[in-house]
């Protein structure tokens, strides 16, 4: 079946625009994640969603970041006023239902290169 | 707070030659452990996963990890190598008191040479 998919896969920003990343999960998983992966690193966690339900976004830097899913399935990630800092790989994943110990799927991630 | 150290960065491997990913992890709980891969141009892979019980877990693909609690390890080895195996491999952690959420280490690109 379809893997997670997201879109676009390459974004070129001036500092100062407003970007949205989108993540179609695999469709009946109830965990959506979003991760930032800097160049040469591990991806750190942003924001989790069970559900519609937007359960931890500790991890969101700034109040610059904000990410919703409306409707239980896809979801949106947007950036306001995009920084050089912010330049990295997004990457959305999504599990079958909700725990620690569920394995999450990987789309092939969102390039974002802030000019 | 969860932690994950992947040690090496770069680990360059003959082929047919055996290999060792190292990881080490920080958690105060009990956790569930995971290494996914990734190939050039690709997403993220789960390769394998330790959730409980046999202490040594298995992948189709010939990867193998021990979790040693007493040294809070997950190491990754395969005892022979295939050109197609290079790709980097990321050691993650996530544990009931963090959430759902996973905890990623830095990282080791696994380059296998002819």
């Known amino acids: 079946g379809a893997g997670v998919s997201q879109s676009p896969r390459y974004k070129v920003a001036k500092r100062g625009q407003d970007v949205a990343l989108r993540c179609d999960p695999i469709?009946?998983?109830?965990?959506l994640f979003w991760y930032q992966q800097a160049l040469g690193q591990g991806p750190e966690f942003l924001t989790y969603?069970?559900?519609?339900?937007?359960?931890?976004k500790s991890g969101l830097p700034s109040d610059r970041f904000f990410a919703e899913r409306p409707e239980g399935s896809v979801s949106t990630l947007k950036i306001q006023r995009t920084q050089q800092e912010d330049s990295a790989v997004y990457l959305c994943?999504?599990?079958?239902?909700?725990?620690?110990?569920?394995?999450?799927?990987f789309g092939p991630g969102t390039r974002l290169l802030v000019l | 707070a969860q932690s994950v150290t992947q040690l090496d960065s770069q680990v360059p491997v003959f082929e047919e030659a055996p290999v060792e990913l190292r990881c080490n992890y920080s958690?105060?709980?009990?956790?569930?452990l995971f290494w996914y891969v990734q190939y050039p141009n690709q997403g993220l892979q789960l390769l394998l996963k330790y959730l409980s019980g046999s202490t040594l877990v298995e992948s189709i693909n010939g990867f193998e990890a021990e979790f040693n609690k007493s040294q809070t390890s997950f190491h990754l080895r395969k005892p022979s190598v295939h050109i197609s195996d290079t790709a980097e491999y990321f050691c993650?952690?996530?544990?009931?008191?963090?959430?759902?959420?996973?905890?990623f280490g830095g990282g080791t690109r696994v380059l296998v040479k002819p």
């Open positions: 469709s009946g998983h109830v965990s």
């Open positions: 994943a999504s599990s079958t239902l909700t725990g620690p110990q569920e394995t999450q799927y």
């Open positions: 958690s105060s709980v009990s956790v569930y």
């Open positions: 993650a952690v996530s544990d009931r008191a963090a959430g759902n959420k996973l905890t």
């Open positions: 969603f069970q559900n519609e339900a937007q359960l931890d």
